[in-house]
Nanobody, 123 residues
């Protein structure tokens, strides 16, 4: 069993940065791959980034490549999403999710989800 809590969201101006954190509780966090997803009002939840269990492999949705960086600290049981050069199109509720095994871009593949943190990019 893994519980996830996101933090770090907020209001930021276009071009600004935020760092989201996903703190996990439970045993053997290093057994779980983690993904970040986002959902804007009226839209489906979409993949943003994912990271392997050991952190060696990362993968990004095309629109965030070069702007977002996913990383993890297994000793702290935390996954981060550094977001730079934010635009209004990045506004959404951001969720982290964990699955026991290989990371995936497919939301139903994930067993555990956090409650989400709101990111609003506006001038």
């Amino acid at each position: 069993q893994v519980q996830l809590v996101e933090s770090g969201g907020g209001l930021v101006r276009p071009g600004g940065s935020l760092r989201l954190s996903c703190a996990a509780s439970g045993r053997a966090f290093s057994d779980y791959a983690v993904g970040w997803f986002r959902q804007a009002p009226g839209k489906e939840r979409e993949f943003v980034a994912r990271i392997s269990r050991g952190g060696e492999i990362t993968y990004y949705e095309d629109s965030v490549k070069g702007r977002f960086t996913i990383s993890r600290d297994n000793a702290r049981k935390t996954v981060y999403l550094q977001m730079n050069s934010l635009s209004p199109e990045d506004s959404a509720v951001y969720y982290c999710a964990a699955r026991n095994g290989i990371s995936s871009t497919y939301p139903p593949a994930y067993e555990y989800w956090g409650q989400g943190t709101q990111v609003t990019v506006s001038s």
